[in-house]
């Protein structure tokens, strides 16, 4: 397998560090707003990373955080805490905060059909952790103290703007420098903030009363349940400049050496071109494309038609196409459990299979591995091998095809609508193509399809 690796900037052949093993961190959402579709894209994408090494047989441990102290509005060191920005916004604590849009966004995942991280953890539940590592960091001589609190010393790191190629001669100082003009360099950043009377959230410190930065909480908790060393990092394209280039820099600082041996990151999911925002009104959760009446996993296929690295645009009418070819997806799916109610588990037809496994194992190329899926529907292969191949790579496709087929079966068709059925069977017989499209679409008008197969015609609701 190869996977694109942001420290080589290029694909790297994946070897992970304990045999058939696998621990994997990933950057999770800061809880002060709705996690729209655009942050989703990310996790749907890692999470069919994780399905994927799951179904070839790795034992994974998925770690992800959530972020809810710390993570400024500027994305460094200045700027307003995002979690009271939130609290102030809706007139509730910060507690409440968390609390709301956790539950939001543990209801995408489940929406998506994302599994639960092996660790969901919060950045306050840590702050020993946090408070430890800092420490560590400290005694091995990378920080220095100022007004602000305990800061990073990157001129104690050489290979500091190695990660995201930076030219730090062309970096301005800025207002960062006049809020702390003890900071060395501009880009230094705070493991642990003090002497901000104002905000709410603090705890005792050996630096004294603060709150940890956003960078620590990353470093801590990854190694915390992975180890000082682990296989894969993920994480969005705008992490790499500051946030994991900052944590690169505290491993070092704490253990001498890189903590994840790939780091990879996905592409943004825009909308006509823009990233997604409140203030620009293109601004979308799952549970808002489940009230338009969307299945939610009409999404979850249409991020399954893009590479991560490239992200997506979205469109109303590209997920209408995605909904459309989920909905034909499963109706084949019932049309074969029909003919083949006993399947085996056993996948016998393995060049079949062996081209799904190698598309995503040439970095989780997913447009090709669904290009295969609608080759395999079309191949002139038995369908009960067509079939048990389908709901083989469901396990990484993670549609749930099978659930919605079975609860498709149970829908009963109106008995004008099974008359119909027969008599387009017989003028198709008749070869009256044209008669027998008008009655297709007179049931479409009624809400129902055709679905055509070898083994004759289903009818299913739409």
């Known amino acids: 397998m190869k996977l694109y690796n942001t420290l080589i900037r290029r694909l790297d052949k994946f070897k992970p560090i304990k045999k058939n093993k696998i621990g994997i961190y990933s950057c999770g959402p800061t809880v002060y707003w709705n996690q729209h579709i655009g942050h989703m894209y990310a996790y749907t994408q890692w999470d069919s990373l994780i399905k994927f090494f799951r179904y070839l047989g790795y034992k994974t441990k998925w770690v992800m955080n959530i972020t809810d102290v710390g993570h400024m509005t500027s994305d460094e060191d200045i700027g307003e805490d995002k979690m009271e920005k939130g609290a102030r916004r809706e007139g509730i604590s910060v507690w409440d905060i968390a609390k709301k849009y956790i539950d939001q966004f543990t209801e995408s995942m489940q929406l ?15 702050i020993k952790e946090q408070i430890k590592l800092a ?12 007004e602000t609190g305990l800061v990073f010393d990157t001129t104690k790191f050489p290979a500091y703007a190695n990660f995201a190629k930076l030219d730090l001669t062309k970096q301005e100082a800025g207002i960062r420098v006049e809020i702390d003009p003890e900071k060395k360099k501009p880009w230094d950043f705070l493991l642990w903030v003090t002497n901000q009377p104002k905000h709410i959230m603090q705890w005792s410190s050996p630096w004294g009363k603060g709150f940890p930065g956003w960078h620590l909480e990353c470093t801590a908790m990854s190694t915390k349940y992975l180890g000082e060393q682990f296989d894969i990092h993920t994480g969005g394209m705008e992490h790499i400049p500051v946030h994991h280039t900052n944590e690169i820099a505290q491993a070092f600082g704490a253990f001498g050496r890189q903590t994840a041996n790939y780091w990879i990151h996905n592409e943004w999911l825009t909308v006509k071109g823009q990233k997604m925002s409140k203030s620009t009104g293109n601004f979308y959760t799952v549970q808002d494309l489940r009230d338009k009446g969307y299945n939610p996993l009409s999404l979850r296929y249409l991020i399954l038609t893009s590479h991560y690295r490239k992200g997506l645009d979205f469109t109303f009418e590209s997920l209408d196409g995605a909904q459309t070819a989920l909905n034909n997806l499963i109706n084949n799916i019932k049309a074969w459990k029909k003919q083949s109610p006993s399947l085996s588990d056993n996948v016998k037809n393995k060049s079949w299979q062996n081209k799904f496994i190698n598309a995503l194992s040439n970095n989780l190329n997913w447009p090709q591995a669904m290009a295969i899926v609608w080759q395999l529907i079309k191949s002139n292969l038995p369908e009960s091998e067509k079939l048990s191949l389908l709901l083989d790579w469901d396990k990484v496709l993670g549609l749930d095809l099978d659930k919605a087929a079975s609860e498709r079966n149970k829908e009963e068709i109106p008995p004008k609508i099974e008359d119909l059925k027969k008599k387009r069977e017989q003028l198709r017989k008749q070869r009256k193509f044209d008669a027998a499209d008008e009655i297709r679409k007179q049931v479409n008008a009624e809400g129902f399809v055709f679905q055509d197969t070898t083994s004759g015609t289903a009818i299913f609701k739409k």
């Open 112 to 126: 998506l059909n994302i599994q639960k991280p092996d660790v969901l953890c919060r950045a306050t539940e840590h």
């Open 135 to 146: 420490q560590k960091i400290e005694a091995n001589g990378f920080t220095y103290k100022t």
